[in-house]
């Protein structure tokens, strides 16, 4: 089993930076892929970025590019990292963090979920 905990949502003001955590427990965590997705409220939800088990291969979603940067830290087996910069009213949403054999920009390329931690941007 793998344990995934998110935090560093907040408020912040359009244009802001916030930096959320996903602290991971159990299973290796080194050996998994790890992404984030997010839920606005009356959405559905949506991949926003991902990284290999490696580090070496990450992809975004085409509304973050150049704003947002994911990060994870092997060695100190620590957890995943979204950096989220130029932040706008539309980034509002509840952003979960997923681990996963596989990976990737679909749900079920993940088999483990966090409770997710609410980001607000006020315009």
């Known amino acids: 089993q793998v344990q995934l905990v998110e935090s560093g949502g907040g408020f912040v003001q359009a244009g802001g930076s916030l930096s959320l955590s996903c602290a991971t427990s159990?299973?290796?965590?080194?050996?998994?892929?790890m992404g984030w997705f997010r839920q606005a409220p009356g959405k559905e939800r949506e991949f926003v970025a991902t990284?290999?088990?490696?580090?070496?291969?990450?992809?975004y979603a085409d509304f973050v590019k150049g704003r947002f940067t994911i990060s994870r830290d092997n060695a100190k087996n620590t957890g995943v990292y979204l950096q989220m910069d130029s932040l706008k009213p539309d980034d509002t949403a509840v952003y979960y963090c997923?681990?996963?054999?596989?990976?990737?920009?679909?749900?079920?390329?993940?088999?483990?979920w966090g409770q997710g931690t609410l980001v607000t941007v006020s315009s």
């Open positions: 159990g299973r290796s965590f080194s050996s998994l892929a």
């Open positions: 997923a681990a996963g054999r596989y990976g990737g920009r679909y749900s079920n390329g993940y088999a483990y």
């Open positions: 990284i290999s088990w490696s580090g070496g291969d990450i992809y």
